[in-house]
């Protein structure tokens, strides 16, 4: 708004001919005027024309200036005020400029004075403009990413559902065969010595498969929560596990070989677990997409010296990707899937999670020579309290 005939100015006064003077000689300077003779009157004229910059007298009958100042900030804390009195008096001043006024000026008004007052003023409006559009830039984009995760989460844990489910049904219709079996044998009669034994290794196994079944849920219900960015204390080798534990029947199904490889000494990271176990399980899904044919999949986890960083490493034997595409994989909706395979959100959901760790992801392809993906985060802070 470097023009100023897009501003609007109230002037309030309740001597007519200071009001006049004034307001022709903010008309000459190419300002949109409104007068008002008294601080009610200019308030509802403030209601009505939305100014940008109200200038207005201290000293009025009935409604003070010091009064409409607060009004004003009180309804509409943008327009940007400017109070002037016939008396040079620094209390009202200091009170004025304590309830955000933007200037303070004495009558007889200097015309130099009223466009140096006029100057500051538009620029605090204009800057106090620009701040509040930049953070509502900011909340949305927020929002987006925030979307986006979820998102992308969703159709992660869409895919991990349907392979749970197999791998959930073997060991519950294991654990249902025993228990009838259980209640056959008992309806017969006293137990044998024999039966006892055996008893016994069928508890055992039920005890197992139970357990097996509830840390998957318990996985899945974990890695399903839609929780507030947390960060604490994240071992590697946890977050390797529990995503191995929700993605291995996947890779069985799909003949692909699992090897696992987390230096003991590697130390803990700084970040929220479930998101960066959102990284991990993309990192997975998106090697056995590479693989459709079988093959094997390599999880490490390392304390690299030379970066002074943790390193996971998510390595497959799949196609690989094209010098093409490899410049493009981690920009939102971009992929090379088959489509109902994924909507491209996975490599930028990812990226984007490294970013808010203070980490990074990278990638290091070759066409049919398969792929491999690090995620790199800063070591936790010995000490340190989160």
Not at 52 to 78: A, C, F, H, S, Y
Not at 114 to 122: F, P
Not at 294 to 314: C, H, K, N, P, W
Request: with cysteine.
């Amino acid at each position: 708004m470097n023009d100023v005939s897009e501003w609007k100015i109230v002037l309030v006064d309740d001597e007519a001919d200071i009001r006049e003077v004034m307001a022709i000689a903010l008309a000459d300077a190419g300002y949109v005027v409104h007068t008002a003779s008294d601080g009610k009157t200019g308030l509802r004229l403030c209601e009505t024309v939305a100014p940008q910059i109200v200038i207005t007298d201290i000293r009025m009958p009935g409604m003070t200036g010091i009064e409409v100042l607060e009004e004003i900030k009180k309804r509409n804390p943008d327009i940007e005020v400017i109070v002037f009195s016939a008396f040079g008096e620094m209390d009202l001043a200091i009170r004025a400029l304590q309830l955000d006024a933007s200037d303070f000026i004495t009558k007889p008004v200097n015309d130099d004075a009223l466009q140096m007052a006029l100057k500051r003023a538009r620029e605090r409006y204009s800057a106090r403009k620009q701040l509040k559009d930049y953070t509502a830039l900011l909340e949305r984009e927020y929002a987006d990413q925030a979307r986006i995760l979820h998102q992308d989460k969703m159709i992660s844990l869409g895919r991990l559902a349907a392979s749970v489910v197999h791998e959930i049904n073997n060991p519950l219709s294991g654990i249902l065969n025993y228990a009838r079996l259980m209640i056959r044998v008992i309806n017969r009669g006293p137990l044998t010595e024999e039966q006892r034994q055996k008893f016994g290794q069928y508890l055992a196994l039920v005890e197992t498969e139970t357990g097996r079944c509830s840390q998957i849920v318990s996985s899945l219900l974990t890695f399903s929560r839609k929780s507030a960015l947390t960060f604490e204390s994240v071992s590697i080798a946890d977050l390797i596990e529990r995503s191995i534990i929700l993605s291995q029947h996947k890779l069985q199904l799909q003949h692909i070989g699992l090897e696992s490889r987390i230096e003991p000494d590697t130390p803990p990271v700084e970040g929220d677990f479930n998101q960066l176990q959102q990284c991990v399980i993309n990192l997975i899904f998106n090697a056995i997409d590479a693989m459709p044919e079988g093959g094997t999949l390599t999880l490490a986890g390392f304390y690299d010296q030379a970066s002074e960083r943790v390193v996971i490493s998510v390595k497959d034997t799949g196609s690989g990707i094209s010098e093409a595409d490899l410049p493009h994989i981690f920009e939102p909706f971009f992929t090379t899937k088959k489509e109902g395979y994924g909507v491209g959100l996975g490599l930028s959901t990812v990226y984007g999670i490294m970013e808010r760790h203070k980490g990074s992801v990278s990638v290091e392809s070759r066409p049919g020579q398969g792929s491999t993906f690090k995620l790199e985060l800063p070591v936790k802070a010995a000490g340190m309290s989160i």
